[in-house]
């Protein structure tokens, strides 16, 4: 959708940011160079009338975002998972954004809910409630399924939504290409592929049916996890525009005052809350990035319930145990073998100072473990240890950014349910076993399977490429005189791997 509108929609927003003072905010947080100031406050001074006043109550960045509507209340959120791009402050002020918007109507949620699942809500629901909660892209209902009496949660997508969405996104790429071509110094931050990254957040959220996949596959992770549960899909009433869940009854986890009332222990919470999002993290790779107290249940049984899958975290097998081995040698005070971690898995360039890179590791290690343990952060150390990493020149991982940017959300919810608990006797127990599991016998010769398993699959190809390899770097191929000699050699060879990782894998069992 190009066209005017989207400079109309540029000028307000910039209108909206001067008249409520955020602009002069976002400009200091992002060390904005002089001309960059010169030329947003040029825009957005004379266009001041345009802007909305928003809430006077709330500090500017989150008035202003808030005032401007849905598509800017989420890239917010988004953007404050990004503290690499907007700098700490700015992303923990994006973190408080409130995603409450007014209800629509519920006759028009029926209506959406009947044009997706082709049925009448009433031969889905024997009941069904006006909105118990209303965000930016959806609301949710409480309903009781009419086969079985059962009580759901339906979420149903704003009327509209999708359009609204691309209109502003839009907008957003038309400001991130003149950032770019009018200001150069912002290039650094890759507004191009912010907004990117965002515009496919916002399509996987604007179909339900990701949502429930996403929810389907983190039930499946933490079936046997005792003490934390997340609510079944019921996929026969969801679809694109529609997710029903099965209702999860319990205190909010941010009303400590109830969880108390209701009997908990709320040190066990607090160590459970933390132990679990690194099990998820290390042991299954994905894990909710969105585990705040408002996403978060404890049900009459004591379990934590956590719902609300719209954004998820994915570590590749790899990652996590470099990561883990990054925790433990923090745990363990062993720099070198952390300093060494990141050179091995490429984060920082071969050609800068182990040892040196070791000495930075502990500048950031020895001031978290000087702390009483009730202060010291794995949030923070991870943080820290983003900024280190950055002087000796390593690129940013998304992965790991988001990973941080949940461990301070979730370090928030434990300590406010236990202000005296230690972060890393919490965390130490689910570190430890999962290293023992991935990085001892066991992991090599799983590994070596593996491997044999994919050179047993490509085993006769494996002579065609190695000689195109020879051929592209000059060297001539070796001849083989017949394709069935060669492929039965590798097929040898690759049995012979695969019978070595087997017998390698009897022995560590």
Avoid: C
Avoid at 22 to 39: I, K, N, S, Y
Wanted: net charge neutral.
């Amino acid at each position: 959708m190009r066209g005017p509108h989207n400079i109309w929609r540029l000028l307000r927003t910039a209108g909206t940011f001067q008249k409520t003072g955020a602009m002069d905010v976002v400009l200091d947080q992002l060390d904005a160079p002089a001309g960059a100031r010169a030329m947003l406050r040029v825009l957005g001074w004379p266009f001041q009338w345009l802007g909305y006043a928003g809430d006077p109550a709330l500090p500017p960045v989150t008035r202003a975002i808030q005032a401007l509507g849905p598509s800017y209340i989420k890239l917010g959120q988004i953007l404050s998972t990004r503290p690499d791009v907007v700098g700490g402050d700015l992303a923990t002020q994006l973190r408080v954004l409130q995603d409450r918007l007014p209800p629509f109507p519920t006759a028009e949620a029926r209506r959406m809910i009947e044009r997706d699942l082709q049925q009448p809500v009433d031969a889905l629901f024997s009941e069904f409630s006006e909105p118990v909660a209303a965000a930016s892209i959806a609301q949710v209902h409480q309903a009781r399924r009419a086969d079985n009496g059962q009580k759901v949660a339906v979420k149903v997508l704003r009327p509209g939504i999708e359009r609204a969405f691309r209109r502003d996104i839009d907008a957003f790429y038309l400001g991130a290409r003149m950032l770019e071509l009018v200001a150069p110094a912002f290039r650094r931050l890759r507004p191009m592929d912010v907004i990117a990254h965002f515009d496919a957040t916002v399509q996987q959220e604007l179909d339900l049916r990701t949502e429930a996949a996403a929810a389907s596959e983190f039930r499946a992770n933490i079936e046997r996890d005792e003490g934390f549960t997340a609510p079944a899909v019921e996929w026969m009433l969801s679809g694109r525009a529609v997710m029903t869940l099965e209702w999860v009854e319990g205190v909010p986890m941010g009303d400590v005052d109830a969880i108390e009332a209701a009997g908990h222990d709320r040190a066990d919470l607090s160590d459970r809350v933390m132990r679990m999002f690194l099990r998820h993290a290390l042991r299954d790779g994905y894990f909710h990035a969105d585990m705040h107290q408002g996403n978060m249940k404890v049900t009459p049984g004591g379990d934590i319930a956590v719902f609300d899958f719209g954004i998820m975290g994915r570590l590749d097998e790899y990652t996590r145990r470099v990561y883990a081995g990054i925790l433990m040698g923090f745990i363990r005070k062993d720099y070198r073998r952390v300093a060494e971690l990141h050179f091995e898995a490429g984060y920082v360039p071969a050609d800068r100072d182990v040892d040196l890179f070791a000495q930075a590791l502990r500048s950031v290690g020895e001031p978290i473990f000087g702390m009483d343990a009730d202060r010291i952060s794995m949030g923070r150390l991870l943080a820290y240890l983003f900024e280190v990493t950055e002087r000796f020149g390593m690129e940013t991982r998304t992965e790991l950014i988001l990973l941080q940017r949940t461990m301070v959300v979730v370090e928030g919810v434990a300590r406010s349910l236990n202000p005296s608990m230690n972060i890393w006797t919490s965390a130490q127990p689910e570190v430890t076993s999962y290293i023992r599991k991935n990085l001892g016998p066991s992991a090599l010769a799983r590994d070596l399977y593996r491997t044999a398993e994919v050179v047993a699959r490509f085993g006769p190809r494996l002579p065609e490429i190695v000689e195109r390899a020879l051929a592209q770097a000059g060297t001539p191929p070796v001849v083989v005189n017949t394709r069935p000699k060669r492929n039965a050699v590798a097929l040898f060879l690759a049995g012979g791997a695969v019978g070595v990782a087997a017998v390698l894998l009897g022995l560590a069992v």
